[in-house]
């Protein structure tokens, strides 16, 4: 039976193909029966991605050749290169999107970063004040203290001079 497929050649990571008419028994890229035309997936600038003989091709399926799935598509585009052009365009879009989608994370993941960072240096804020107003608090219980041990201090002396005093007074009254 006679296929109608692709043969690779080309280098390493820069596939060529050829349309090929051959034998289904044969390898992929071993001989064949005719080179209908050939596909250049990386064709650059003003070379010419895709080239194919209609005639044969016509030829070879009245007598009977099956086409493969991807020579269907390539025959396809051949007819029509705008379908070529609205997959482009479509995979510019998907592409966009999903730029779009990762800017937009980046985005939130920025702004969680900036709250997050606010939110501790608002805490560290609320901290600083914290320990201020419990120095102030220790400063003026320590204050309190030394006002309480004055006037302890002093309580003795004014109770030894009253206590003169009223001894004093009782000795007069005598």
Do not use: C, H
Not at 27 to 35: A, K, V
Not at 81 to 105: F, G, M
Request: zero cysteines; glycine letters at 4%.
């Amino acid at each position: 039976m006679v296929k109608v497929r692709l043969a690779r050649g080309g280098a390493k990571k820069k596939p060529f193909y050829s349309i090929v008419a051959t034998d289904s028994r044969k390898r992929r890229d071993s001989g064949y029966i005719e080179r209908i035309g050939y596909f250049n997936p990386v064709a650059r600038g003003q070379e010419v991605r895709l080239s194919l003989e209609e005639d044969r091709l016509d030829y070879w399926v009245s007598q009977g050749a099956q086409i493969s799935d991807r020579v269907k598509q390539l025959v396809k585009e051949y007819k029509d290169p705008s379908i070529r052009d609205k997959r482009i365009a479509a995979q510019e879009a998907k592409a966009k999107a999903v730029e779009a989608k990762l800017a937009a994370e980046a985005k939130a993941k920025a702004d969680e970063e900036a709250k997050a960072e606010k939110e501790a240096k608002a805490a560290e804020e609320a901290e600083a004040k914290a320990a201020e107003e419990a120095e102030a608090k220790a400063a003026a219980e320590a204050k309190a203290a030394e006002e309480a041990q004055a006037q302890e201090a002093e309580e003795p002396e004014a109770e030894a001079a009253k206590a003169e005093e009223t001894t004093k007074e009782e000795k007069a009254a005598e």
